[in-house]
Nanobody
């Protein structure tokens, strides 16, 4: 059974940092695009960042550029999201996902982890 399991969420004050992890099991995602999404109450889900298999190609939403960093450890089947200078508007459920390429839909999803940033 394929699973993506996120961890590292929590409550942090504005200006603080959190590091999210997403570990995959059940298959290898070494060639997959791995992405982090978030969804705040009453808002649509948005892609925050993604990374290709080698780590050489990344994407960031404008709202997080310069503050968030996505990385991956292929050997550990894990992708990370380092979040710095957090703002209250970053509060959301964050989940990771995987897709075979940027031409395909995301077909594997984690359950999500809550990130709450207090002002």
């Amino acid at each position: 059974q394929v699973q993506l399991v996120e961890s590292g969420g929590g409550l942090v004050q504005a200006g603080g940092s959190l590091r999210l992890s997403c570990t995959a099991s059940g298959r290898t995602f070494s060639t997959y695009i791995m992405g982090w999404f978030r969804q705040a109450p009453g808002k649509e889900r948005e892609l925050v960042a993604d990374i290709n298999w080698s780590g050489g190609s990344t994407y960031y939403a404008d709202s997080v550029k310069g503050r968030f960093t996505i990385s991956r450890d292929v050997a550990k089947n894990t992708v990370y999201l380092q979040m710095d200078s957090l703002k209250p508007e970053d509060t959301a459920v964050y989940c990771c996902a995987a897709r075979p390429s940027r031409l395909r839909e995301y077909d594997y999803w984690g359950q999500g982890t809550q990130v709450t940033v207090s002002s």
